[in-house]
Protein backbone atom coordinates (compact mmCIF):
# COMPACT_ATOMS: atom_id res chain seq x y z
CA UNK A 1 0.00 0.00 0.00
CA UNK A 2 1.09 3.92 -0.93
CA UNK A 3 1.52 5.50 2.25
CA UNK A 4 -1.43 7.55 2.36
CA UNK A 5 -2.24 9.92 5.07
CA UNK A 6 -4.00 13.01 5.97
CA UNK A 7 -1.20 16.10 5.85
CA UNK A 8 -3.62 18.51 7.55
CA UNK A 9 -6.09 18.68 10.19
CA UNK A 10 -8.76 19.78 7.31
CA UNK A 11 -7.66 17.01 5.76
CA UNK A 12 -8.20 14.42 8.35
CA UNK A 13 -11.36 15.83 9.29
CA UNK A 14 -12.29 15.56 5.92
CA UNK A 15 -11.24 11.93 4.98
CA UNK A 16 -12.46 10.53 8.33
CA UNK A 17 -15.93 11.88 8.85
CA UNK A 18 -17.84 8.49 8.92
CA UNK A 19 -17.10 5.30 10.77
CA UNK A 20 -16.93 3.55 7.18
CA UNK A 21 -14.21 5.88 5.89
CA UNK A 22 -12.22 4.57 9.02
CA UNK A 23 -13.09 1.08 8.29
CA UNK A 24 -12.06 1.13 5.39
CA UNK A 25 -8.82 2.62 5.66
CA UNK A 26 -8.13 0.53 8.71
CA UNK A 27 -8.68 -2.73 6.32
CA UNK A 28 -6.17 -1.12 3.95
CA UNK A 29 -3.65 -1.00 6.83
CA UNK A 30 -4.50 -4.24 8.49
CA UNK A 31 -4.68 -6.35 5.27
CA UNK A 32 -2.20 -4.69 2.80
CA UNK A 33 -2.55 -7.28 0.21
CA UNK A 34 -5.71 -8.11 0.65
CA UNK A 35 -7.78 -9.79 3.02
CA UNK A 36 -6.29 -12.52 4.76
CA UNK A 37 -8.47 -14.75 7.11
CA UNK A 38 -7.07 -15.04 10.41
CA UNK A 39 -8.56 -18.78 11.04
CA UNK A 40 -7.85 -20.18 7.95
CA UNK A 41 -5.41 -17.92 6.19
CA UNK A 42 -7.76 -18.20 2.27
CA UNK A 43 -7.71 -14.94 0.86
CA UNK A 44 -11.19 -14.58 -0.26
CA UNK A 45 -13.76 -13.25 1.49
CA UNK A 46 -17.27 -10.98 1.47
CA UNK A 47 -17.90 -7.51 2.49
CA UNK A 48 -20.17 -7.60 5.55
CA UNK A 49 -21.78 -4.62 8.06
CA UNK A 50 -20.17 -2.54 10.10
CA UNK A 51 -16.48 -3.83 8.60
CA UNK A 52 -16.99 -7.54 9.04
CA UNK A 53 -15.38 -9.61 5.94
CA UNK A 54 -16.61 -12.79 6.30
CA UNK A 55 -14.44 -15.94 4.49
CA UNK A 56 -15.61 -17.70 1.83
CA UNK A 57 -13.74 -20.61 2.77
CA UNK A 58 -14.57 -20.93 5.89
CA UNK A 59 -17.44 -18.92 7.06
CA UNK A 60 -15.40 -17.33 9.68
CA UNK A 61 -16.79 -13.57 10.24
CA UNK A 62 -13.37 -11.58 10.50
CA UNK A 63 -13.66 -7.99 12.09
CA UNK A 64 -11.10 -5.54 11.09
CA UNK A 65 -10.73 -4.47 15.19
CA UNK A 66 -10.81 -8.03 16.38
CA UNK A 67 -7.12 -8.31 17.87
CA UNK A 68 -6.14 -4.48 17.51
CA UNK A 69 -5.75 -1.67 20.06
CA UNK A 70 -9.63 -1.25 18.73
CA UNK A 71 -11.64 -4.07 19.47
CA UNK A 72 -14.51 -4.01 21.49
CA UNK A 73 -14.47 -0.20 21.61
CA UNK A 74 -17.68 1.66 22.59
CA UNK A 75 -16.58 4.88 21.17
CA UNK A 76 -16.47 5.38 17.33
CA UNK A 77 -13.63 5.16 15.21
CA UNK A 78 -13.34 8.71 14.21
CA UNK A 79 -12.72 9.51 17.95
CA UNK A 80 -9.76 7.11 17.90
CA UNK A 81 -8.79 8.61 14.47
CA UNK A 82 -8.69 12.34 16.20
CA UNK A 83 -7.04 11.24 19.10
CA UNK A 84 -3.85 9.54 17.30
CA UNK A 85 -4.13 12.74 15.37
CA UNK A 86 -4.07 14.82 18.69
CA UNK A 87 -1.00 12.75 19.90
CA UNK A 88 0.80 12.37 16.64
CA UNK A 89 0.78 16.08 15.78
CA UNK A 90 2.55 17.38 19.05
CA UNK A 91 6.42 17.51 19.02
CA UNK A 92 6.21 16.06 22.16
CA UNK A 93 3.11 14.15 23.02
CA UNK A 94 0.09 14.78 25.35
CA UNK A 95 -1.04 13.97 28.78
CA UNK A 96 -4.20 12.12 29.32
CA UNK A 97 -6.03 15.36 30.53
CA UNK A 98 -5.08 17.18 27.26
CA UNK A 99 -6.58 14.45 25.36
CA UNK A 100 -9.66 14.23 27.67
CA UNK A 101 -10.09 18.42 26.91
CA UNK A 102 -9.07 17.52 23.04
CA UNK A 103 -11.86 15.08 22.49
CA UNK A 104 -14.47 16.26 25.20
CA UNK A 105 -13.88 12.61 26.67
CA UNK A 106 -16.56 12.48 29.78
CA UNK A 107 -13.77 10.10 31.55
CA UNK A 108 -10.72 10.61 32.81
CA UNK A 109 -9.74 7.28 32.79
CA UNK A 110 -10.98 6.43 29.49
CA UNK A 111 -8.30 9.03 27.73
CA UNK A 112 -5.73 7.60 30.23
CA UNK A 113 -6.19 3.88 28.61
CA UNK A 114 -6.42 4.93 25.44
CA UNK A 115 -3.05 6.97 25.55
CA UNK A 116 -1.22 3.36 27.47
CA UNK A 117 -3.05 1.54 24.50
CA UNK A 118 -1.62 3.64 22.06
CA UNK A 119 1.78 3.53 23.85
CA UNK A 120 1.77 -0.26 23.39
CA UNK A 121 0.83 0.25 20.03
CA UNK A 122 4.13 2.53 19.51
CA UNK A 123 6.82 -0.23 19.92
CA UNK A 124 6.56 -2.22 16.67
CA UNK A 125 5.93 -6.26 17.54
CA UNK A 126 9.24 -7.86 16.53
CA UNK A 127 11.14 -4.89 15.73
CA UNK A 128 14.64 -4.79 14.33
CA UNK A 129 17.26 -4.49 17.18
CA UNK A 130 20.29 -1.77 16.81
CA UNK A 131 23.35 -2.49 14.69
CA UNK A 132 26.36 -0.92 13.72
CA UNK A 133 28.26 0.62 16.79
CA UNK A 134 25.95 1.05 19.90
CA UNK A 135 26.76 2.77 22.91
CA UNK A 136 25.14 1.34 26.14
CA UNK A 137 24.45 2.33 29.06
CA UNK A 138 21.96 2.64 32.25
CA UNK A 139 20.52 5.46 33.90
CA UNK A 140 18.47 6.26 37.24
CA UNK A 141 14.97 7.41 36.97
CA UNK A 142 13.06 8.86 40.12
CA UNK A 143 14.28 9.28 43.52
CA UNK A 144 14.77 12.61 43.45
CA UNK A 145 12.49 14.27 45.17
CA UNK A 146 13.21 15.27 48.00
CA UNK A 147 11.06 15.93 51.48
CA UNK A 148 10.77 18.86 53.89
CA UNK A 149 14.16 17.28 55.48
CA UNK A 150 15.88 17.33 52.47
CA UNK A 151 15.99 13.80 52.09
CA UNK A 152 15.46 11.79 49.06
CA UNK A 153 12.37 9.73 48.52
CA UNK A 154 10.85 8.23 45.83
CA UNK A 155 11.02 4.92 44.21
CA UNK A 156 14.18 4.65 41.95
CA UNK A 157 14.50 2.81 38.72
CA UNK A 158 16.78 1.52 36.44
CA UNK A 159 16.64 2.14 32.57
CA UNK A 160 19.16 0.68 29.99
CA UNK A 161 19.45 2.94 27.31
CA UNK A 162 21.25 1.63 23.75
CA UNK A 163 22.02 4.17 20.99
CA UNK A 164 23.26 3.68 17.13
CA UNK A 165 26.49 6.01 16.60
CA UNK A 166 25.78 7.75 13.42
CA UNK A 167 29.17 9.50 12.85
CA UNK A 168 29.20 12.53 15.02
CA UNK A 169 25.48 12.06 15.42
CA UNK A 170 23.15 9.42 16.75
CA UNK A 171 20.80 7.03 14.78
CA UNK A 172 18.11 5.04 16.48
CA UNK A 173 17.65 4.10 19.74
CA UNK A 174 16.21 1.38 22.45
CA UNK A 175 15.56 1.75 26.39
CA UNK A 176 14.14 -0.62 28.53
CA UNK A 177 13.67 -0.97 32.74
CA UNK A 178 16.14 -2.98 34.15
CA UNK A 179 16.20 -4.77 37.71
CA UNK A 180 19.57 -4.27 38.29
CA UNK A 181 23.26 -3.30 37.72
CA UNK A 182 23.94 -7.12 37.86
CA UNK A 183 25.69 -8.65 34.38
CA UNK A 184 22.68 -10.88 33.94
CA UNK A 185 20.34 -7.99 33.76
CA UNK A 186 22.60 -5.74 31.50
CA UNK A 187 23.72 -8.89 29.21
CA UNK A 188 20.22 -9.48 28.81
CA UNK A 189 19.13 -5.85 28.11
CA UNK A 190 22.20 -6.01 25.39
CA UNK A 191 20.95 -9.19 23.65
CA UNK A 192 17.10 -7.58 23.42
CA UNK A 193 18.06 -4.44 21.96
CA UNK A 194 21.73 -5.01 20.07
CA UNK A 195 22.03 -7.28 16.90
CA UNK A 196 24.46 -9.52 17.64
CA UNK A 197 28.24 -9.02 15.48
CA UNK A 198 27.25 -5.05 16.24
CA UNK A 199 30.06 -2.93 18.20
CA UNK A 200 29.09 -2.45 21.95
CA UNK A 201 30.49 0.86 23.41
CA UNK A 202 30.43 0.73 27.23
CA UNK A 203 32.30 2.22 30.25
CA UNK A 204 34.00 0.08 32.34
CA UNK A 205 31.55 -1.27 34.70
CA UNK A 206 32.50 -5.39 35.36
CA UNK A 207 29.32 -6.59 34.55
CA UNK A 208 29.53 -5.77 30.94
CA UNK A 209 32.39 -8.18 30.63
CA UNK A 210 31.98 -10.99 28.68
CA UNK A 211 29.71 -9.56 25.79
CA UNK A 212 31.84 -11.15 23.39
CA UNK A 213 30.55 -14.55 24.27
CA UNK A 214 27.74 -13.59 23.27
CA UNK A 215 28.49 -12.75 19.75
CA UNK A 216 29.37 -9.20 20.22
CA UNK A 217 32.64 -6.95 20.07
CA UNK A 218 32.76 -4.91 23.07
CA UNK A 219 34.50 -1.82 22.95
CA UNK A 220 35.59 -0.14 26.72
CA UNK A 221 36.06 3.17 27.12
CA UNK A 222 37.19 3.45 30.61
CA UNK A 223 36.24 6.68 32.62
CA UNK A 224 39.51 8.62 33.82
CA UNK A 225 38.82 11.03 37.02
CA UNK A 226 35.51 11.59 38.57
CA UNK A 227 33.60 14.44 37.61
CA UNK A 228 30.54 13.68 35.53
CA UNK A 229 31.48 15.77 32.30
CA UNK A 230 34.13 12.93 31.91
CA UNK A 231 30.87 10.30 31.52
CA UNK A 232 29.43 12.47 29.20
CA UNK A 233 31.93 12.71 26.98
CA UNK A 234 33.17 9.39 26.51
CA UNK A 235 29.54 8.49 26.07
CA UNK A 236 27.89 11.04 24.80
CA UNK A 237 24.80 9.71 22.90
CA UNK A 238 23.43 7.96 25.82
CA UNK A 239 23.89 11.14 28.37
CA UNK A 240 21.78 12.75 25.77
CA UNK A 241 19.14 10.26 25.41
CA UNK A 242 18.81 10.22 29.34
CA UNK A 243 18.93 13.90 30.03
CA UNK A 244 15.76 14.45 27.03
CA UNK A 245 13.74 11.55 28.63
CA UNK A 246 14.06 12.87 31.91
CA UNK A 247 13.07 16.55 30.39
CA UNK A 248 10.25 15.27 28.91
CA UNK A 249 8.59 12.60 32.26
CA UNK A 250 9.18 16.48 34.01
CA UNK A 251 7.62 18.22 30.96
CA UNK A 252 5.35 16.77 28.95
CA UNK A 253 3.88 14.45 32.74
CA UNK A 254 5.22 16.77 35.15
CA UNK A 255 6.98 13.96 36.58
CA UNK A 256 3.96 11.96 37.51
CA UNK A 257 4.60 8.64 35.80
CA UNK A 258 4.54 5.40 38.15
CA UNK A 259 6.81 3.26 38.06
CA UNK A 260 4.96 0.19 37.21
CA UNK A 261 3.93 2.17 33.54
CA UNK A 262 7.36 3.37 32.68
CA UNK A 263 7.56 0.78 30.12
CA UNK A 264 4.94 2.73 27.81
CA UNK A 265 6.63 5.72 28.44
CA UNK A 266 9.85 4.40 27.44
CA UNK A 267 8.03 3.24 24.47
CA UNK A 268 6.80 6.29 23.41
CA UNK A 269 9.62 8.35 23.86
CA UNK A 270 11.33 5.83 21.45
CA UNK A 271 8.43 6.12 19.13
CA UNK A 272 9.20 10.20 19.07
CA UNK A 273 12.56 9.91 19.04
CA UNK A 274 13.21 7.31 16.72
CA UNK A 275 11.21 9.45 14.25
CA UNK A 276 12.38 12.92 15.13
CA UNK A 277 13.86 13.37 11.63
CA UNK A 278 10.17 12.73 9.97
CA UNK A 279 9.02 16.63 8.91
CA UNK A 280 5.55 15.22 8.92
CA UNK A 281 3.32 14.09 11.63
CA UNK A 282 1.07 12.99 8.79
CA UNK A 283 3.35 9.79 8.58
CA UNK A 284 3.56 9.73 12.11
CA UNK A 285 -0.33 9.39 12.32
CA UNK A 286 -0.12 6.63 9.74
CA UNK A 287 2.38 4.79 11.64
CA UNK A 288 0.88 4.78 15.02
CA UNK A 289 -2.39 3.41 12.60
CA UNK A 290 -0.37 0.71 10.63
CA UNK A 291 0.94 -0.38 14.13
CA UNK A 292 -2.08 -0.23 16.31
CA UNK A 293 -3.95 -2.54 13.66
CA UNK A 294 -0.90 -5.09 14.03
CA UNK A 295 -0.99 -5.45 17.83
CA UNK A 296 -3.27 -7.50 20.09
CA UNK A 297 -5.82 -5.99 22.56
CA UNK A 298 -4.57 -4.43 26.39
CA UNK A 299 -7.46 -4.60 28.48
CA UNK A 300 -6.92 -2.33 31.15
CA UNK A 301 -6.26 -5.06 33.61
CA UNK A 302 -3.13 -6.35 31.55
CA UNK A 303 -1.62 -2.85 31.90
CA UNK A 304 -0.97 -2.07 35.11
CA UNK A 305 1.71 -4.06 36.13
CA UNK A 306 4.43 -2.92 33.61
CA UNK A 307 6.74 -5.76 31.51
CA UNK A 308 9.76 -6.85 32.26
CA UNK A 309 11.07 -9.82 29.91
CA UNK A 310 14.26 -10.73 32.09
CA UNK A 311 15.47 -14.37 33.69
CA UNK A 312 16.05 -13.04 36.69
CA UNK A 313 12.90 -10.65 37.02
CA UNK A 314 11.67 -9.18 40.35
CA UNK A 315 9.71 -6.65 41.45
CA UNK A 316 10.73 -2.86 41.86
ZN1 LIG B 1 -11.33 -18.77 6.73
Redesign the pocket.
Known amino acids: MKEDYPRTILELEERFSTEEACREYLMRLRWPNGFV?P????TKGWSAARGQVI?R????QASVTAGTVFQDTRKPLRMWFRAIWHVTSQKNGVSAVSVQQALGLGSYLTAWTWLHKLRRAMVRPGRDRLQGRVEVDETQIGGDEKDAQGKRTGPKVLVGIAAEEDGSTMGRIRMARISSKSRASLHCFVQRTVEPGSVVHTDGRQAYLGLENLGYQHEVTVLLGQEPEAAIRLLPRVHRVAALLKRWLLGTHQGAVSVEHLDYYLDEFTFRFNRRKSRSRGKLFYRLLQQAVRVEPSPYKSMVGGKIHEPDDHNI
Not at 39 to 42: E, I, K, L, S
Not at 57 to 60: H, S
Open positions: CRCQACACRY
